[in-house]
C-alpha cells in the first residue's frame, strides 16, 4: 500500500528563518545591487549604441571603467543575496490561493509579477557571469537581449516593491526577531538565528565582492581570486582577442600594410613608418571592457585629430574605423565626433615605451578616452570620415 505524496503547504515549513522580517533587509541590498547593476547597464548600453543624441561624453577618462566596473561588481555581490531571498520567501509558492475571486485574481497578476522578476533575475545573473567568463553557450544576441531583460526585471522589481511596501516598512521599523508578519506555523529554532543568517549573508556578498573586484580595483587583485584578466598581458593590459583568433596574423605583420584616411575625395596612405615619423603623443589612459575588467596603460601614438587634418575633414564628423580583422561584432567601430576631436585619442603606436605586440593591435590601434574596450579597435587599417 502507497501513501499518495501531497503537495507541501505554507504549514510545512516551520523554521523562523522564512520570515518577512529577514527578507526584507536581504531585499533592501538586493535592491541596491539591482538599481546599481541597472543604472550601469543603462550607461553601458548607451556608450556602445551607434546613435547618441546626446554624444557620450570623453571625460573623465575613468568614468566607464567606474561604471562598468560598478555594474560587474553588484552584479556579482547580487548572487549570494538572491539565493538567500529566495530560500527565505520560497514557503509563498505553495499558498492556495484565496476562494473570493477578486482577491484570487490580484494573487494570480502578483504570483506572474514575481514569477518574471525571479526569472528575469537569475536570466541576468546567469548570463552576466557566463559573460564574465566569455563563454556563451546560446545563439542570441547577449547585449540586446541582456538590455530587454533588465527592463523586464527593474519593471517588475518596482511592482514588487509597491505591492510589498507595507510590510516592508513594517519588517524594517521592527526588530529583526519581530514575529508580527511570519507564518504561523514558522515556529522552529534553526540552526542558526536571524542575526546569525543575516551576517553570514553579508559576510557572503563581501567575499564575492573581494573574489572578484581586482579586475577594476587593483589595489584588490591579490585578493579577487576569481576576478578575470586582471592584469595579465603585454605592458600589463589583458587581452580579449588575440591575433590568432581574429585570424590577421599574416596581414598585420606584412611588409605591405598600410593605413587609408579618407574624407570624401581626400585621401592618404601611410605605412607605419610614415605613421612613426609624425609627431608622437603620450597618454595615460584605461581601457574597461563590459566583462568587468580594466587596466591603464601609457599609449604612445599620432593623434587622431593629426590624420584627420591631413584629408581636411572639420570638426564633430563621426568617424568609422575599420579593422584588418574580417569578421567579429565588434570589427568595425564608429568613432562620434566628440571623440575624434578629443586630443587624447590617439591611433596608438605603442604601449608603456614599447611598440604594440600584435596581440593588442599591432600595428596600430585606436585609444580613447572613456570608451569602451570593445570598441578600441585593434588592427587599424581604415579611417573614413562621414560626409
Given at each position: 500500500?502507497?501513501?499518495?505524496?501531497?503537495?507541501?503547504?505554507?504549514?510545512?515549513?516551520?523554521?523562523?528563518?522564512?520570515?518577512?522580517?529577514?527578507?526584507?533587509?536581504?531585499?533592501?541590498?538586493?535592491?541596491?545591487?539591482?538599481?546599481?547593476?541597472?543604472?550601469?547597464?543603462?550607461?553601458?548600453?548607451?556608450?556602445?549604441?551607434?546613435?547618441?543624441?546626446?554624444?557620450?561624453?570623453?571625460?573623465?577618462?575613468?568614468?566607464?571603467?567606474?561604471?562598468?566596473?560598478?555594474?560587474?561588481?553588484?552584479?556579482?555581490?547580487?548572487?549570494?543575496?538572491?539565493?538567500?531571498?529566495?530560500?527565505?520567501?520560497?514557503?509563498?509558492?505553495?499558498?492556495?490561493?484565496?476562494?473570493?475571486?477578486?482577491?484570487?485574481?490580484?494573487?494570480?497578476?502578483?504570483?506572474?509579477?514575481?514569477?518574471?522578476?525571479?526569472?528575469?533575475?537569475?536570466?541576468?545573473?546567469?548570463?552576466?557571469?557566463?559573460?564574465?567568463?566569455?563563454?556563451?553557450?546560446?545563439?542570441?544576441?547577449?547585449?540586446?537581449?541582456?538590455?530587454?531583460?533588465?527592463?523586464?526585471?527593474?519593471?517588475?522589481?518596482?511592482?514588487?516593491?509597491?505591492?510589498?511596501?507595507?510590510?516592508?516598512?513594517?519588517?524594517?521599523?521592527?526588530?529583526?526577531?519581530?514575529?508580527?508578519?511570519?507564518?504561523?506555523?514558522?515556529?522552529?529554532?534553526?540552526?542558526?538565528?536571524?542575526?546569525?543568517?543575516?551576517?553570514?549573508?553579508?559576510?557572503?556578498?563581501?567575499?564575492?565582492?573581494?573574489?572578484?573586484?581586482?579586475?577594476?580595483?587593483?589595489?584588490?587583485?591579490?585578493?579577487?581570486?576569481?576576478g578575470v584578466r586582471s592584469g595579465d598581458g603585454p605592458g600589463g593590459i589583458p587581452i580579449n582577442k588575440s591575433a590568432v583568433a581574429a585570424d590577421v596574423t599574416a596581414t598585420a605583420t606584412s611588409s605591405s600594410?598600410?593605413?587609408?584616411?579618407?574624407?570624401?575625395?581626400?585621401?592618404?596612405?601611410?605605412?607605419?613608418?610614415?605613421?612613426?615619423?609624425?609627431?608622437?603623443?603620450?597618454?595615460?589612459?584605461?581601457?574597461?571592457?563590459?566583462?568587468?575588467?580594466?587596466?591603464?596603460?601609457?599609449?604612445?601614438?599620432?593623434?587622431?585629430?593629426?590624420l584627420l587634418d591631413l584629408v581636411g575633414a572639420p570638426r564633430d564628423r563621426d568617424v568609422a574605423i575599420g579593422s584588418l580583422q574580417q569578421e567579429g561584432a565588434f570589427r568595425d567601430s564608429l568613432l562620434q565626433?566628440?571623440?575624434?576631436?578629443?586630443?587624447?585619442?590617439?591611433?596608438?603606436?605603442?604601449?608603456?615605451?614599447?611598440?604594440?605586440?600584435?596581440?593588442?593591435?599591432?600595428?596600430?590601434?585606436?585609444?580613447?578616452?572613456?570608451?569602451?574596450?570593445?570598441?578600441?579597435?585593434?588592427?587599424?587599417?581604415?579611417?573614413?570620415?562621414?560626409?
Amino acid at each position: 500500500m502507497t501513501t499518495a505524496l501531497k503537495a507541501p503547504t505554507p504549514a510545512s515549513f516551520t523554521s523562523r528563518l522564512h520570515s518577512p522580517a529577514v527578507a526584507a533587509r536581504v531585499g533592501v541590498w538586493l535592491g541596491v545591487c539591482f538599481g546599481v547593476a541597472f543604472l550601469t547597464g543603462l550607461i553601458s548600453h548607451y556608450a556602445q549604441n551607434v546613435s547618441q543624441p546626446i554624444p557620450f561624453p570623453t571625460s573623465p577618462s575613468w568614468g566607464y571603467r567606474v561604471t562598468q566596473g560598478l555594474h560587474v561588481i553588484t552584479g556579482t555581490a547580487a548572487i549570494p543575496l538572491l539565493l538567500v531571498k529566495l530560500w527565505t520567501v520560497y514557503p509563498k509558492f505553495f499558498e492556495r490561493p484565496p476562494r473570493n475571486v477578486r482577491r484570487v485574481v490580484v494573487e494570480v497578476l502578483e504570483r506572474v509579477n514575481t514569477g518574471l522578476l525571479v526569472s528575469a533575475g537569475i536570466f541576468l545573473l546567469v548570463t552576466g557571469t557566463l559573460n564574465v567568463a566569455q563563454w556563451y553557450p546560446w545563439e542570441f544576441s547577449y547585449r540586446r537581449t541582456h538590455y530587454a531583460v533588465a527592463w523586464v526585471a527593474i519593471g517588475a522589481l518596482v511592482v514588487h516593491i509597491a505591492v510589498k511596501l507595507p510590510i516592508i516598512r513594517d519588517a524594517l521599523r521592527g526588530d529583526v526577531d519581530d514575529t508580527t508578519h511570519d507564518d504561523p506555523a514558522a515556529t522552529r529554532d534553526g540552526g542558526v538565528s536571524r542575526r546569525g543568517l543575516l551576517t553570514t549573508t553579508w559576510v557572503a556578498g563581501g567575499l564575492a565582492v573581494l573574489t572578484t573586484a581586482g579586475s577594476t580595483v587593483p589595489a584588490l587583485r591579490d585578493l579577487s581570486i576569481f576576478g578575470v584578466r586582471s592584469g595579465d598581458g603585454p605592458g600589463g593590459i589583458p587581452i580579449n582577442k588575440s591575433a590568432v583568433a581574429a585570424d590577421v596574423t599574416a596581414t598585420a605583420t606584412s611588409s605591405s600594410y598600410s593605413l587609408s584616411v579618407v574624407h570624401g575625395d581626400n585621401a592618404v596612405t601611410l605605412t607605419r613608418e610614415e605613421l612613426s615619423a609624425m609627431t608622437q603623443r603620450t597618454e595615460t589612459l584605461p581601457i574597461a571592457c563590459v566583462e568587468g575588467w580594466s587596466a591603464s596603460g601609457e599609449w604612445t601614438g599620432v593623434r587622431l585629430r593629426d590624420l584627420l587634418d591631413l584629408v581636411g575633414a572639420p570638426r564633430d564628423r563621426d568617424v568609422a574605423i575599420g579593422s584588418l580583422q574580417q569578421e567579429g561584432a565588434f570589427r568595425d567601430s564608429l568613432l562620434q565626433g566628440n571623440f575624434a576631436d578629443d586630443d587624447r585619442t590617439l591611433l596608438a603606436l605603442q604601449l608603456d615605451g614599447e611598440p604594440l605586440s600584435i596581440d593588442h593591435g599591432y600595428p596600430c590601434r585606436l585609444i580613447a578616452p572613456n570608451r569602451p574596450g570593445v570598441l578600441q579597435t585593434k588592427w587599424v587599417s581604415t579611417i573614413e570620415v562621414a560626409t
